[in-house]
């Protein structure tokens, strides 16, 4: 099984930049899609940003897009969320995710097509 563990959050004002970590223990991490998701109180989940397991193709959501930037490095079993440009709607809890079946290519966007949940880190934007 995958165990997914997040950093890398805080407070930021808006306008300003964090980068978020996902460190992965499983065996599988290197062929996964992996995602990031976030998620305020009381509000469902919200897709973020997808990577496939190659690291070759990315996606977003539109909330996001030319602001936040997914990677990942296979070698050091991590994942990475750059976030800029960072806005008070961007607060809440970042889950990263790792994808049900190995070697997937497609950018999965919903939660249920996830396996594997990290604990969570709270990004806080302040205005």
């Known amino acids: 099984q995958e165990q997914l563990v997040e950093s890398g959050g805080g407070l930021v004002q808006a306008g300003g930049s964090l980068r978020l970590s996902c460190a992965a223990s499983?065996?599988?991490?290197?062929?996964?899609?992996m995602a990031w998701f976030r998620q305020a109180p009381g509000e469902e989940r919200e897709f973020v940003g997808v990577?496939?397991?190659?690291?070759?193709?990315?996606d977003y959501g539109d909330s996001v897009k030319g602001r936040f930037t997914i990677s990942r490095d296979n070698a050091k079993n991590t994942v990475y969320l750059q976030m800029n440009s960072l806005k008070r709607e961007d607060t809440g809890v970042y889950y990263c995710?790792?994808?049900?079946?190995?070697?997937?290519?497609?950018?999965?966007?919903?939660?249920?097509?996830?396996?594997?949940w990290g604990q969570g880190t709270q990004v806080t934007v302040s205005s």
């Open positions: 995710a790792a994808h049900r079946l190995t070697h997937f290519m497609s950018g999965a966007t919903t939660p249920n097509a996830y396996r594997y």
């Open positions: 499983g065996r599988t991490f290197s062929t996964r899609t």
């Open positions: 990577v496939s397991w190659s690291g070759a193709s990315t």
